[in-house]
């Protein structure tokens, strides 16, 4: 699989049960980031996990990062129709000199009322 | 909330036509980059710029792609001569500093080449 790539590709929950979301990536990695996209908008950041981080927590929102794995999981507890969107990972490898991120194919999150 | 901005939201060009798409970045952000994602794929990275250069590009940045601060707010990407599979939504984005900080995106550019 290649750097930053999210499983499940397309995940579909009732309102108010929790969405998880995980992300695998290869190289080593400076930190690890979230995103949402509505349909056909820009990208949103959610939240920003540090590689000597290993959970954080914004709002609904919980992160996680298993390095000895190069795993990360983002949970949306609670969930709302209004946060059907689709969700990346992106990773700024740690050898990366130009700050570039490497998104994942995402997971598509619909949350029904 | 500062953003950053982008114009226009959809552009439609006919192949071969050169076209410049503009980002006015956060004010006090020094590291700018492109983005673009191909309908239904990922987003991917074309480039990255600071200190008035480029500090790393993709392959996809090819002699057909440049950059340009061409004063002290704005940020632009051009491609020369556009191809079909240029058609993407491009994405400006900046961020305070290189390492650790999150990067913020603009809204997107919609470029349609007919």
């Known amino acids: 699989s290649q750097q930053g790539e999210e499983d499940p590709q397309a995940l579909s929950i009732q309102e108010g049960e929790n969405a998880t979301m995980n992300c695998s990536y290869k190289?080593?990695?400076?930190?690890l980031q979230w995103y949402r996209q509505n349909s056909g908008r820009g990208l949103v950041h959610l939240i920003l996990?540090?590689?000597?981080?290993r959970e954080k927590h914004s709002g609904r929102l919980r992160v996680t990062l298993d390095t000895s794995k190069k795993s990360s999981s983002l949970l949306i507890t609670a969930s709302r129709a209004a946060d059907t969107a689709s969700y990346f990972c992106?990773?700024?490898?740690?050898?990366?000199?130009?700050?570039?991120?490497?998104f994942g194919q995402g997971t598509e999150l619909s949350v029904k009322p | 909330e500062p953003e950053v901005t982008q114009t226009p939201s959809h552009q439609v060009t006919q192949m071969g036509q050169e076209v410049i798409l503009r980002c006015v970045p956060i004010?006090?952000?020094?590291?700018f980059y492109w983005y673009r994602q191909i309908l239904g794929q990922k987003v991917e990275f074309l480039v990255s710029?600071?200190?008035?250069?480029?500090?790393?590009k993709s392959e996809i940045f090819d002699d057909q792609f440049s950059v340009e601060r061409p004063d002290g707010s704005n940020f632009t990407l051009k491609i020369r001569s556009t191809k079909l599979e240029d058609s993407a939504m491009y994405f400006c984005?900046?961020?305070?500093?290189?390492?650790?900080?999150?990067?913020?995106f603009g809204q997107g550019t919609r470029l349609t080449v007919v």
């Open positions: 984005a900046s961020s305070e500093a290189r390492w650790d900080l999150e990067a913020f």
């Open positions: 710029f600071y200190n008035n250069e480029i500090s790393e």
């Open positions: 996990i540090r590689s000597n981080e």
């Open positions: 004010s006090n952000h020094l590291y």
């Open positions: 190289t080593s990695i400076n930190n």
């Open positions: 992106a990773t700024d490898e740690i050898y990366n000199q130009g700050g570039k991120l490497i």
